[in-house]
């Protein structure tokens, strides 16, 4: 549809913008706002399951888990792991909000 076209042309500018590197610092900022979504965005960042699962069972809280996510996800992606790209995927898992947070620093 074209409202799905428009949506991802956003999605596609927004990533292209935002080229700065995420950080450890960034990590720190939004861990709690991620630790709601952190599942879910594992998988839009492409964590495999298995990774997913362990992280459940070894970090208590969602918060832990949150912040060993987006680590992973770097670690994973070095230079690829961008502002706009984390942005772009939680936008996608339906967490502007977060985004927009990240946006804000």
């Not at 699962?53 to 969602?62: A, F, G, K």
């Not at 690829?80 to 990240?102: F, M, P, S, W």
Request: proline share 1%; aromatic share 6%; hydrophobic share 45%.
């Amino acid at each position: 549809t074209e409202a799905a076209l428009v949506f991802v042309t956003v999605l596609v500018e927004l990533r292209d913008k935002r080229t700065d590197p995420f950080t450890l610092y960034q990590v720190r900022l939004i861990k709690d706002a991620v630790g709601q979504c952190w599942e879910d965005l594992g998988v839009a960042l492409g964590i495999d399951q298995a990774q997913l699962r362990n992280l459940n069972h070894d970090y208590r809280e969602n918060r832990e888990r949150a912040s060993k996510v987006l680590q992973i996800w770097m670690d994973e992606n070095g230079t690829d792991a961008t502002v706009g790209c984390l942005a772009c995927n939680l936008i996608q898992i339906g967490h502007k909000r977060i985004a927009d947070i990240l946006f804000g620093m």
